[in-house]
């Protein structure tokens, strides 16, 4: 019998990445001093990132600017080279697989495009049937697929350069997925999308993760994209992982309070609820009162039975409010010298 | 399917996408066109000029028109942008989804070259059978063992510029603008391709410069062996020794680039 091994589909150990980066002062003597003297600093994008994926999971990697979120997903497809560090991505290394691997991968950028400007999208369709050698079955099957869920019919004879930014990008989104790849990659997929098109692509990413069983990577700066997608988040920053685990957990621990939004009826003042918890809102007739997590139960039916209030709703502090938390303590740590 | 099938089909996808771009840009090829063909033009019109009714060490007008002739039409067939391209895609972050491709970027390289080509070199062959046939002077003498060895020296010339431009253009894994050494290569390449003039009429040094370097065999020696001017017509062993030899310099020099270029990499933008 066998023996069955676990591979997770990525598996990074001590990855880093560091920039040379030429350092160049202000005005024409900084200009000439760069030719003369150049001086150089290392930057360290990515800092001993260990974490691991498995196969069909959706994971969000979040961080602000600069944190190291598209640098990882580039050593991920094997386009940036490691400094240190090991990286396995469906059991080889992304660097030196070959076109197998690269088969298997999609990375989507949400500001650069690989759709044929000046064609119409089905062009870009033909050419990657071609590239990745799409057998003809799969090829009719998964373009009507796409065409179904993201509502393409329409669009598929106009040049790309006609196309509006959210119609792009879900062309965009069909283009990359037309070879059936089991690993997703997407870097900021619904950014500069209005709401509508933001819904859309969402709404396609969980239907292709669910009936492909696809491993699904994207960093997003829209909490909503993370919490619609996402059960799992890995958050970085200053190329350091800081949280790794469910998006609940990372509530949990991060504000470990509930939030009860309550209509209140005439006679309710200020002061009749203020002893329930913590008042963040009073606007007649709607008030928030935060309570520690674990009271949350007890407060509400308190709540309820107090006769000030017509309705009642217990929610978790909006995600981008702890994302907003995580990020200011991990700073203070790093200006402290301290890691959490 | 076969490894053959497979690889037709990718190429033939490529040149249908270059040439349906071609036909939404027809102005561009014009003016392209015009300014591959203004070059050889102008020298032509200088060295008519000179040769008056005489010849200058052997070249008659007659000669001179078939060689520059043959210039435009070589030039356009053994010509190469992709140190241009290249150094784009590299500084632009284009370079990345072709890097995720299954097949190497170079591939959609050559097949862009195919397109290009083809092209441009139908329509020079046009012109100039269209100008054959009202102006005689230029009419070819029928050598047709020549014309197919010219046809394999043009394949071999366009392979070392393409090598040439892309390992050139790889250089912009390194520094930002590569194409200023391909625009300098250019420049000088002009003058020991043979374009400017035939490389038997330069200074006995310079033309010897020349033939150490890969310019003439990628134009000169083509030239020489479709019109029997030029006087590379009589090494024509050397002319494919030189040729190959170029050919396989800047195909490694491609590979090493390439394999070191990649490290260096970036991938800036997305």
Known sequence: ?340 | MTAVAVWSKRYGAFIRSAWMVDIQYRADIALWLLWGITEPAIALGIWWTVAGGGDVDGYTRVSFARYFFGVTLINQLTQAWDAWYIDHWIAEGEMNHRLLRPIAPVHEAIADNIAYKARVGTIVIIVWLLTAAVWPIVRLPVAPERWVLAAVAVVLGAGIRFFNGFAVGLLAFWTTRASDIIELQMAIGVFLSGQLAPLDLLPHWVASVASALWFPYAIAFPVSLLTGTGGWEHHIVQGFVGQLAWLIAWWLLYRFIWRNGRKEYGAVGG
């Open chain 1, 1 to 340: 019998m066998g023996l069955y091994v676990h591979r997770p589909m990525i598996s990074a150990t001590q990855l880093s990445k560091h920039y040379r980066v030429k350092v160049r002062d202000s005005g024409i003597g900084g200009a000439l001093r760069a030719i003369v003297a150049p001086r150089y600093e290392d930057v360290v994008a990515v800092d001993n990132l260990t974490f691991s994926i498995d196969r069909g999971e959706v994971v969000a990697f979040l961080g602000p600017n600069g944190a190291g979120k598209t640098t990882t997903l580039k050593m991920i497809t094997g386009l940036l080279y490691p400094t240190s560090g090991k990286i396995e991505v469906a059991g080889v290394n992304p660097w030196t697989a070959g076109s197998a691997f690269k088969s298997r991968l999609a990375l989507v950028f949400g500001n650069k495009q690989q759709l044929l400007w000046d064609l119409p999208v089905d062009e870009t369709f033909r050419l990657n049937r071609a590239i990745y050698s799409i057998p003809d079955t799969i090829y009719n099957e998964q373009r009507a697929e796409l065409i179904e869920l993201l509502e393409l019919e329409e669009l598929l004879d106009r040049p790309v350069r006609n196309l509006s930014l959210g119609e792009r990008m879900k062309c965009e989104l069909a283009a990359a997925l037309l070879h059936r790849p089991e690993l997703v990659l997407l870097d900021e997929p619904t950014l500069g999308l209005d709401v509508n098109a933001q819904d859309a692509v969402r709404g396609f990413l969980n239907e292709y993760g669910t009936r492909h069983t696809a491993t699904i990577l994207l960093t997003s700066h829209y909490m909503a994209d993370v919490t619609a997608l996402a059960k799992r988040v890995i958050m970085i920053d200053r190329g350091r992982l800081i949280y790794d685990g469910s998006l609940q957990g990372l509530v949990e621990r991060t504000v470990p309070i509930k939030r009860i939004e309550v209509t209140l009826t005439p006679n309710a003042t200020f002061d009749s609820i203020a002893r329930f918890g913590e008042v963040k809102r009073f606007q007649y007739p709607h008030a928030v009162i935060e309570v520690p997590r674990a009271e949350a139960p007890e407060a509400s039916a308190r709540i309820l039975m107090s006769g000030v209030i017509a309705d009642l709703s217990i929610q978790d502090p909006p995600i981008e409010e702890v994302i907003r938390q995580v990020f200011a303590r991990d700073s203070r740590a790093g200006r402290d010298g301290g890691a959490e």
